[in-house]
């Protein structure tokens, strides 16, 4: 199985984590958790959706993580391309504010050890 970018995921149904890493100009982390927390939401209705987490980077305050977990791949997938997607997305902040994205990771989650 792959994403649409190519990423090979294999998460055999054990769980699937995306991990966004955005920065933003100096001066515009409020404007950012401002953004965060006045969000649609609509991720949470998402099937596959579990729970999404904002984090804010300590020694660089400007650099954000936004992490998702699903339960697979193919719910990540089908939510990135839902029309959902598109309206959350459409309130992003503009320029100077615009989060600039630095790149994606993911990740399955390994069974207990």
């Known amino acids: 199985m792959t994403l649409d970018d190519g990423a090979p995921t ?41 729970r999404l987490e904002t984090w804010r980077d300590v020694t660089r305050p400007d650099v954000f993580q936004l992490v ?21 997305h459409a309130r992003i902040p503009t320029e100077p504010d615009r989060p600039h994205g630095i790149g994606v990771r993911r990740y399955v989650l390994l069974p207990d050890s």
């Open 10 to 50: 294999q998460d055999d149904g054990r769980g699937f984590v995306v991990s966004s890493e955005v920065t933003i100009a100096p001066g515009g982390a409020a404007t950012l958790e401002r953004a965060f927390a006045d969000r649609l939401r609509l991720v949470e209705k998402a099937p596959g959706f579990q």
């Open 68 to 88: 998702s977990w699903w339960d697979d791949a193919d719910s990540f997938r089908r939510y990135m391309r839902s029309e959902e997607h598109r309206i959350s």
